[in-house]
């Protein structure tokens, strides 16, 4: 097995609220099937799916699904961007969990959920510095 994860599936509850959400952030969707909405990330995507579908294909009950004990992190360029872009987030629908703030070595993070509870990180790392493209490495390009 190679080492990545390429597909990452959130199961909502409304997708037309989550996605009427990020696509206020600015990101836009992908040609997709009947029932999926994609979002092409810089090597990966995101995509939204009934939750009683995806516990449907996984076979377990939507109970058994969980909730919470993930984040997905936007890494940012520049130290500055962190504060304007939880901002955004809260404006569009997003719950603001913790303002931006330092963390060890430099970083400056925060969090928000969207409309559904899913955790999200904005981040920037001095150490992790992105590509021209804006693909993310823990050590940077």
Partial sequence: MEQRISLNTLGVTDM???TAFYEALGWSRASSE???IAFDLIG???SLYSIEKLAEDIGVSVAQMGRGALTFS???RKKAEVTP???RAEA???RIFRLAFDVFLGGNIGYFADPEGNILEIA???HSPLSDDGAF???GY
Avoid: F, V
Wanted: glycine fraction near 12%.
């Fill in 16 to 18: 037309e609220r989550l």
């Fill in 34 to 36: 009947k029932g999926i």
């Fill in 44 to 46: 990966q995507t995101l």
């Fill in 74 to 76: 936007y890494n940012t």
């Fill in 85 to 87: 872009l939880l901002a």
């Fill in 92 to 94: 569009t629908g997003g």
């Fill in 124 to 126: 920037y790392s001095p």
């Fill in 137 to 139: 490495r823990w050590n």
